[in-house]
């Protein structure tokens, strides 16, 4: 990790978005560097829940066995094996069985998703590393930025994701789970011709990790660099987003 760019960020981040809560990120590696691993039975099922420590500022690292959630090992890379009855899990379920969680209309809508959609992540590494954007170290080279961000600094992060290019979507919002949004996603993503951000954080069995007025939105750091670069001869220097600033306020929400 580069510290100036590092620190160049931080130093924009508080001038233009008010000291508002800093982005986590993550990386693949075969060597924990300044991280807690968490090991298996130890942490929820679900990482998003996890997470909320990274943000707190406690970098965590996840192998195959730290991750308990079948859907969560397959998005995070270290699984090409979906789950048993997923058709079923993300539809009506099954009677005594299966609770379906009623996301999609039927299981053949669900087939024709996973057949359709998401080609399969194998995870570069034997671990997957967060860490809030303060704590990375030279040694530490993120792939990703994540953002858990009200609608006022998503429209910032939007704009300045498209300042630099004449397409209209930078940015997209695939149907996912919570961790597609921001590891799946956006690190398939770093491997595009033209990287995009996502937005995310719609998957209602993950809202309640995320605090209520805020979605989640992710950059592949191959395009997080131009954002950060950009930043000073952006709009963030107008009338119209000074405006906005005033409504950014520097209390950061209870991470839970």
Same mark, same amino acid.
């Given at each position: 990790m580069d510290m100036k760019a590092k620190n160049?960020?931080?130093?924009?981040?508080?001038?233009?978005?008010?000291?508002?809560?800093?982005?986590?990120?993550?990386?693949?590696? +075969?060597?924990?560097?300044?991280? +807690?691993?968490?090991?298996?039975g130890t942490g929820p099922r679900c990482i998003m829940s996890s997470l909320a420590k990274v943000r707190s500022g406690q970098s965590l690292a996840f192998d195959a066995d730290g991750v308990a959630c079948e859907g969560g090992k397959t998005y995070l890379g270290f699984s090409s094996d979906?789950?048993?009855?997923?058709?079923?899990?993300?539809?009506?379920?099954?009677?005594?069985?299966?609770?379906?969680?009623? &996301?999609?209309?039927?299981?053949?809508?669900?087939?024709?998703? &996973?057949?359709?959609? +998401?080609?399969?992540?194998?995870a570069p590494g034997k671990y997957i590393v967060f860490k809030r954007w303060d704590m990375l170290e030279a040694e530490d080279s993120p792939a990703v930025v994540i953002f858990y961000a009200t609608a006022d600094i998503i429209s910032g992060l939007m704009m300045l994701a498209s300042f630099d290019e004449a397409e209209q979507n930078t940015?997209?919002?695939?149907?996912?789970?919570?961790?597609?949004?921001?590891?799946?996603?956006?690190?398939?993503e770093t491997m595009a011709p033209r990287p995009r951000a996502v937005m995310g954080g719609f998957d209602i069995s993950i809202r309640s990790f995320i605090p209520k007025d805020r979605l989640t939105f992710s950059v592949p750091m191959n395009k997080f660099a131009s954002m950060v670069n950009d930043m000073e001869e952006s709009f963030l220097i107008s009338k119209p987003w000074k405006h906005i600033q005033k409504r950014i306020t520097q209390d950061n929400p209870k991470i839970s």
């Open positions: 160049m960020f931080i130093h924009n981040w508080n001038k233009f978005f008010n000291n508002a809560e800093l982005p986590i990120s993550f990386y693949y590696t +075969d060597k924990v560097w300044q991280a +807690d691993l968490v090991k298996p979906i789950g048993k009855d997923m058709e079923y899990f993300l539809s009506y379920g099954i009677p005594g069985k299966v609770e379906g969680e009623r &996301l999609k209309k039927t299981p053949e809508i669900v087939k024709q998703f &996973l057949q359709k959609n +998401d080609p399969p992540l194998k940015v997209i919002a695939p149907w996912g789970s919570g961790c597609s949004y921001i590891v799946y996603h956006p690190y398939m």
